[in-house]
């Protein structure tokens, strides 16, 4: 469903005032380089949406971040949307195990790739971590997350009325059901990990991931397309080959890092009339915080992201942030 941007508060998604402007007037005039030291702020939130909160339903998003002071040279970013459909009940719950095994296979796997010893030098062999980072990823998270939905089965059987609901015809454009319990946990992923050395974005299923420059400029991390993710169709963490579908890339930094990268479920793109729309909200997020700063912006987001559902696609919106502080 097409929407608008929330109101135009200043420096709010949806401001009047050009992004661009407002974001090269608040940057800061130096810039730090790839190898020198670059602290992140992690901030965000996920709501529930217009449609679900009417319909009495749960917020089926999750988001979380590593560590957990949402702060340091390091940083580790999820967000995840549980499925919709009536087949997907336990899609809330598939939400919230997604970006906790998320946040747990990428911390310890930044602890086995990066030895301590190198934490704080550049002689990395990052073409070798990226080649490990390829190899492994997609299976372990995937494989873990479906470890953690089998163990959450064990102990919470599906009801009879759960079970029933999987064989519900398909009309939400969301994998075919099976007789698997799997399949009421479904759920897609972002994620991104920020490292003095690299940047690794990680995606499964629809949502939207966002880059800004210090001057407002955004764009995205060149991950492959799939022709699969048209309309509301996506693919998902619940299905056998789930692995196959997670995209990866991997950015050795190189220059400036972004000064803002945002992950989005796909409630909040949805919300807006078209993608350009929704690609100035990374400026407008960027301006908003450098102009307010990352509490004031952090205690507005919940408001801001529900009025936008109301105004627009009425899906639960999560939005995750890291801002770079030097």
């Known amino acids: 469903m097409s929407g608008k941007p929330a109101s135009g508060k200043p420096g709010s998604p949806g401001s009047s005032e050009p992004a661009s402007a407002k974001a090269a007037a608040a940057a800061p005039a130096e810039q730090p380089t790839a190898g020198e030291t670059t602290r992140?702020?992690?901030?965000?939130?996920s709501v529930p949406g217009a449609a679900h909160v009417r319909a009495g339903r749960p917020n089926?998003?999750?988001l979380r971040w590593w560590p957990r002071s949402g702060q340091g040279s390091t940083l580790i970013l999820a967000a995840a949307d549980g499925h919709g459909g009536v087949r997907y009940a336990r899609s809330h719950i598939g939400a919230a195990l997604a970006v906790r095994t998320a946040v747990q296979v990428l911390s310890r796997g930044l602890r086995d790739l990066i030895p301590t010893q190198h934490e704080l030098?550049?002689?990395l062999d990052l073409a070798q971590i990226k080649r490990d980072i390829e190899g492994w990823l997609p299976k372990i998270l995937v494989r873990r997350w479906q470890e953690r939905v089998q163990r959450h089965l064990r102990r919470y059987p599906l009801t009879r009325d759960?079970?029933?609901l999987l064989t519900t015809p398909a009309t939400d454009g969301k994998p075919a059901?099976?007789?698997?319990?799997?399949?009421a946990y479904g759920a897609t992923l972002l994620a991104v990990v920020l490292t003095p050395h690299f940047h690794l974005y990680v995606q499964l299923g629809d949502g939207d991931i966002l880059t800004v420059?210090?001057?407002g400029r955004v764009s995205g991390p060149p991950l492959a397309e799939d022709s699969r993710l048209l309309a509301n169709e996506t693919t998902s963490l619940c299905t056998a080959d789930a692995w196959s579908s997670v995209r990866i890339y991997f950015q050795p930094l190189v220059g400036a890092p972004p000064a803002l990268i945002l992950l989005a479920t796909d409630g909040y793109a949805n919300s807006f009339v078209d993608g350009a729309a929704f690609t100035q909200v990374g400026a407008d997020l960027l301006s908003a915080v450098q102009t307010q700063g990352v509490d004031a912006v952090n205690a507005a987001l919940p408001t801001w992201l529900a009025d936008t559902s109301s105004s627009g696609s009425g899906?639960?919106?999560t939005v995750a942030m890291a801002y770079r502080q030097g």
């Open 177 to 183: 059901a099976v007789r698997s319990g799997l399949h």
């Open 40 to 45: 992140w702020q992690a901030l965000g939130a």
């Open 60 to 62: 089926q998003d999750a």
């Open 315 to 317: 899906d639960d919106i």
């Open 213 to 215: 420059s210090a001057d």
């Open 162 to 164: 759960e079970k029933a």
């Open 121 to 123: 030098t550049n002689d």
